[in-house]
């Protein structure tokens, strides 16, 4: 089995939510909105729920129930303080995408409709996330990008269903979505919850996508790319609105935002990561790092100039290079991992690297798949 995967000759992303949550949940919720000590005028700042609980997660992948055949595949949950709590995202400064069909792949991970997570499509039964989500996905919505609206198919129904995806109204008003049940997940082997290191998680699905040949996700192979500091990237997410940590207002729609990649050198010695004397977990090379930088350059953007990013409720998005306005010439080169705060000046936000842990994922998919 192969997976889309893509490298470019040159040039050319944690935070969970829940929009409705029984009290179990929103407490875990609250948990993860953990006020850090850090110094001067980083006091205010907080984790903002791209991490996981210590509590809940494992280092293991799980144990895998069933198995099922499909397709060849191609290829932030509220966030928690690194000694505890649960994952919590949001997109803060978004703006909702050129076109409803614009980014297909995207997936919503559930606990029984309410919000949870984000992923990406990677194959007909299996989703890309985060670890740090896992343990709460009961379901997953593919095609719902407005969560009031839209209309759920049936495995009957939908059988053999062909979408169009260059409708302006895909995903909207009188689209139908999918909701398809999750089997099992898969966490990295090598995942820490405390270095919240390969953060990587794969959801199975009790079923592939009944919709005939519906767009994947296209992986990352190239440890190369991005390549360039400043090079723009698109992330996207139901997660929270509000940079307040005491309010949690997420998305209805599908939101977009543009951000700039920050090589790992120069994000370890960004100021927020140099002065702090809070545990936050080390910029390995299996993460990359990405923030708003208006001016597209590290040196260039001051304290006043960032009001875009990911937050709780985006934990598990993809983070995509774009060359198009097409999907199809999207290249996922990370997963929304972790962060401190929401539109932070002195802490990107931190994504998993996707080229890093390529053959994992491949091999993995082309096993359960």
């Not at 190369?224 to 500091?229: E, G, V």
């Not at 977009?256 to 050198?265: A, F």
């Amino acid at each position: 089995m192969e997976m889309n995967s893509r490298s470019h000759d040159g040039g050319p992303t944690h935070r969970s939510g829940v929009d409705t949550i029984d009290s179990s949940l929103r407490q875990r919720r609250e948990m993860s909105k953990v006020r850090v000590p850090l110094h001067s005028h980083l006091q205010d700042l907080q984790t903002d729920g791209r991490y996981p609980s210590p509590s809940s997660e494992s280092g293991s992948s799980s144990t895998v129930l069933s198995n099922s055949s499909s397709e060849s595949a191609s290829s932030r949950s509220s966030g928690s303080s690194n000694k505890g709590a649960t994952p919590n995202p949001r997109i803060i400064g978004g703006s909702p995408p050129p076109n409803t069909n614009r980014y297909p792949y995207m997936v919503s991970l559930t606990y029984f409709g309410s919000h949870l997570c984000g992923g990406s499509l990677i194959a007909p039964d299996i989703i890309l996330s985060a670890a740090h989500c896992a343990g709460y996905a009961s379901s997953i919505e593919l095609g719902r990008f407005d969560r009031t609206t839209g209309i759920p198919l049936t495995t009957d129904a939908s059988l053999n269903q062909t979408i169009d995806y260059s409708s302006p109204n895909y995903g909207f008003d009188t689209e139908y979505y999918e909701s398809i049940e999750v089997a099992y997940e898969i966490k990295h082997p090598s995942y820490n919850p405390d270095t919240v290191n390969n953060d990587f998680l794969l959801v199975k699905l009790i079923h592939p996508t009944t919709i005939q040949n519906h767009p994947l996700a296209t992986l990352n192979s190239d440890p190369n790319i991005p390549t360039s500091s400043g090079e723009e990237l698109h992330t996207m997410g139901w997660g929270d609105t509000d940079v307040d940590p005491d309010v949690f207002t997420p998305s209805a729609t599908l939101l977009t935002v543009l951000l700039n990649y920050v090589p790992n050198y120069e994000c370890v010695v960004k100021e927020g990561y140099v002065i702090t004397s809070f545990d936050i977990p080390s910029v390995t090379d299996n993460m990359l790092c990405a923030m708003d930088l208006p001016n597209g350059n590290v040196a260039a953007d001051t304290i006043n100039d960032v009001d875009q990013d990911t937050c709780q409720g985006d934990s598990g998005s993809p983070i995509v290079l774009s060359k198009s306005d097409s999907w199809e010439d999207d290249v996922q080169v990370g997963v929304v991992s972790w962060g401190i705060g929401c539109t932070s000046p002195v802490f990107p936000g931190v994504y998993s690297r996707i080229s890093s842990q390529y053959d994992w994922i491949k091999e993995t998919v082309c096993e359960h798949s």
